[in-house]
């Protein structure tokens, strides 16, 4: 198996993820898809050297996130100091409807050129950010943390993390080299729950958290007696979480997880897990509808003529 590129690792949270190798490839990539051999558009319709100004508003109310992205975009269309980009708000902001998000002032082609793959990425990013703050304030109170999983787009893990994070989530994994996480195949491969966090626990990295994935309520006294850490309760209802939370104690840590929906989340919270997982933050998060009004545009001054000698 090829693995992955050192430069293109997932980093540590925290660190910038419009700066890093993978943000840099997705949006080249994104540009390469969209314009093709060239904006035939913009190219006969707006001439060299015109300048504009625009504005990013959210057609609907909405979690702010990613909007340093635009400046990543225009970025790759025309060297830096040809436009300005100046967001109206900060990340992890709810905002409600004709919410202006980011001014922009620079040359015309270049944005016009850009402005779906722009569009394109903030918008879901923002979709997911909004989501995942539904999930938070739903479960508000109760001390549970929400977290996301690796049910991401591919190429978009850590813009889509990040955007949980913006949400007031929490990331999980980001990817299979962070963390032993033992699921049901693993277990029906080993033979038994207890058997796979041993195995686990003998042959994984120093320091990595082990957390094993059980169906049933009886496969709980394997998973502590195997030295598990976290037990991921799959598909369980709030009595059954509850009553695992009794056979647990505080031996281990609690994580819910599978068909976790709004309505039904507080009830899985309020029966005492520590974490509840829910993949549809990145999978299924529906787009926040942006638009990008043009305010102005000035069009390059003309060059006098030279008198004929």
Known sequence: MTRPSASHAMPAVGADPFA?????????????????????????TIAAGTRGKAALVTREDCVVAALPLVSVVLGELHPAGAWTVRASVREGTTVRAGTVLAEIDGELA?????????????????????????YVDAVAGTGVAILDTRKTTPGLRLLQKYAVRAGGGRNHRFGLDDGVLIKDNH???????????????????????IE??????DQIGDALAGGADLILLDNMRPDEVRAARKLVGRRALLEVSGGVTLDGVRALAEAGPDFISVGRLTHSAPAVDLGLDLRAARPAPRRARRPAT
């Open 187 to 209: 277990v029906a491969a080993c033979g038994s729950v207890r058997a796979a966090v041993e195995r686990a626990r003998q042959a994984a990295p120093m320091g990595l958290r």
């Open 110 to 134: 270049p944005l016009l050129t850009g402005e779906r793959v722009l569009l394109n990425l903030t918008q879901a990013l923002c979709g997911v950010a909004t989501l995942t703050r539904r």
């Open 20 to 44: 890093h190798p993978a943000t840099l490839d997705l949006v080249r990539r994104a540009l390469a898809e969209d314009v093709g051999r060239g904006d035939v558009t913009t190219s006969a």
């Open 212 to 217: 094993v994935e059980v169906d049933r309520l």
